[in-house]
């Protein structure tokens, strides 16, 4: 008991200093490294803490078991109830939004053999430079590499190479697979579409984020109460679409700022940062050793201050990406559900991008 | 506890009959009508009986919210837990099996837009006249009717017309999938092919049987310990796969019969009739009217004897279709899931073919 009085008193800590630096003004030069405030003993488990509310992101769909991003892969994770069914948006050389994670069609399709001779410098074949009707006469499949000439899947006991049939599809059709499942099932579940590499997109001369919240917006998402949020890595392009793109739309939806291990993102983990992050965001999506340390041990559970800095800021925090294969779990987790409770519970987490939507919401539906 | 008695009795009087009744000759030329006994007071539900190793067959797959026959569909239904997802095949003009349910296209696809002037005599657009090369140009739809040249959805609340983007695929390609799925998932779930009206296909000059039956050796179902059941409507086809097709693929699948309300098929529901298909099958797959009567009334409950013939028989039961529209569940019982009750409970049937994979698979895991 009095392990959690200590406990409670270093929240209730946390949350004072961050409702006085909410006071702070904004620094416009960020610092270099996150100040992330890590705990140096790991709390017990504990599963008193109310769970409702917060939800299961399917990271391209039930990618744990079906091709990433193919509309059987979407039914899969609607049926296993995700709450939020992503979209990774790119664009084609057509100007047609298609759903695939890579601005190249390498990793996931049969571009390479279809289309010899279609590759930029770096031996990439970006979708940017295909029409939509060249992309439909793909096969995509499990991603794989190529190595000694052979493709091998990334992840091995998933869904195999080069079997059954799937192919591409645009954001428009995976929206109405939603919203007809949606229809026919009378659940209200939503999408979480990202505007992948904008920067790449508008030096190839298209506006990604744009054409993105357009279609949005011609399927009813216009508000903070739809079903949507609309992430990106991009800060300036989170910026821009807060300040100029959604305005002129005349749409005001949520917002999600993408955080990766870059160095010039460093910012984005710190106190300062997540409040400037705020003023344009409603929440969060950090790498999840952003919020427990990858090197934290089971007597060592490290956990920074990202989701108290977002919460303290009225954002939800939303981490990827959370995988049950045999390599995935990290070591200071006993399995891929102890992984979860550590999140959802220890962590305080809103939700969580997984490419096992099953198991997520049964973890939830258990706890 | 006396009635309890009394059935009890009444139950094992219909077992003895039944053996002996098996001890009596076949008759080459069954009865012209079923001679189906029927309890004449409703017995009530006995929930202590064991559900266990009762299925779940997905009819054209999760049916009740996404188009049928579709691979969205198919995977939809995996994710529910079906313990079989349900194949209708039918052959191409270049020899090709698709997964369909009409030997016609119509219902399903925009065939009349794209092909005007490919249609028989009696207006429709036939499979078996369209190369598969043509068949994927077209778009997969819910199931509806032209009336007054509008088409009307068959189930109004179902997934929504011309929505999104499906495609018809083949059988290997489904095959495909629900054995990646296994693979990926470590389940083990069965595939329930049915040849779509064989007499017409050899009269087209195809051999239905034989071609699907071939896949199925290349896909690895040669037993009746592999998880397939091979189902048709018509006996000669029946028994033309157990006498000519399986002996000349040295295969030996499990059979199942399919009964209509076709008068010529009326002897199929009398005890020689059951005894005469369980020569050559291993299952019956009745309309579930031949159960439990549709003039039945929740006072007055009428269960025929087909499940007793056909257990008596070593045949598994299996009827056909389970929906929960709103209109689709019979007076008799008060919900989708009572009827569920009545089928699985009282009338002891081995499964089910459903639209709503969900809520069957859900009744059997809460009895």
Same mark, same amino acid.
């Given at each position: 008991m009095q392990t959690r009085f200590v406990r409670t008193l270093t929240f209730l800590g946390v949350i004072a200093m961050s409702l006085v630096a909410c006071d702070t003004p904004d620094t416009s030069s960020p610092p270099a490294a996150p100040a992330a405030v890590q705990s140096a003993a790991q709390p017990a488990p504990q599963p008193s803490v109310s769970l409702a509310g917060r939800v299961v992101v399917a990271h391209r769909g039930a990618s744990g078991y079906l091709p990433e991003h193919t509309l059987p892969a979407k039914a899969m994770a609607y049926a296993m109830g995700a709450d939020y069914v992503e979209q990774d948006v790119v664009m084609t050389k057509d100007d047609?939004?298609?759903?695939?994670?890579?601005?190249?069609?390498?990793?996931?399709?049969?571009?390479?053999? +279809?289309?010899?001779?279609?590759?930029?410098?770096?031996?990439?074949?970006?979708?940017v430079d295909f029409t939509l009707e060249e992309i439909l006469t793909l096969n995509v499949t499990e991603g794989f590499s190529v190595e000694n000439g052979q493709k091998t899947l990334n992840y091995a006991d998933r869904f195999p190479l080069g079997k059954s049939i799937f192919k591409v599809h645009t954001l428009a059709q995976e929206i109405e697979l939603i919203q007809g499942?949606?229809?026919?099932?009378? +659940?209200?579940?939503?999408?979480?579409?990202?505007i992948k590499s904008p920067a790449f997109h508008l030096s190839e001369g298209k506006d990604l984020g744009a054409a993105v919240l357009a279609v949005l917006k011609q399927y009813g998402y216009t508000g903070k109460t739809d079903k949507a949020f609309v992430q990106t890595f991009e800060f300036d392009e989170l910026k821009r679409l807060h300040d100029e793109v959604m305005p002129a739309l005349g749409v005001d939806l949520k917002l999600v700022q993408l955080l990766d291990g870059g160095d010039e993102n460093l910012w984005m983990q710190t106190e300062d940062g997540v409040r400037q992050i705020a003023q344009y965001a409603d929440g969060l999506g950090p790498e999840k050793s952003m919020i427990i340390d990858s090197e934290s041990t089971p007597d060592n559970l490290r956990i920074s201050q990202l989701v108290n800095y977002a919460h303290a800021n009225g954002l939800q925090v939303h981490p990827y990406t959370f995988r049950a294969d045999s390599d995935q779990v990290p070591a200071y987790a006993t399995s891929f559900e102890h992984m979860l409770e550590l999140f959802y519970v220890n962590a305080q987490v809103d939700g969580v991008f997984t490419d096992f939507t099953d198991r997520a919401v049964e973890f939830l539906r258990s706890h």
């Open positions: 047609q939004l298609i759903v695939i994670h890579d601005t190249t069609l390498d990793r996931t399709t049969d571009v390479a053999e +279809k289309f010899p001779g279609r590759a930029r410098a770096d031996g990439q074949h970006y979708a499942l949606n229809h026919s099932t009378g +659940k209200d579940i939503g999408i979480y579409p990202e």
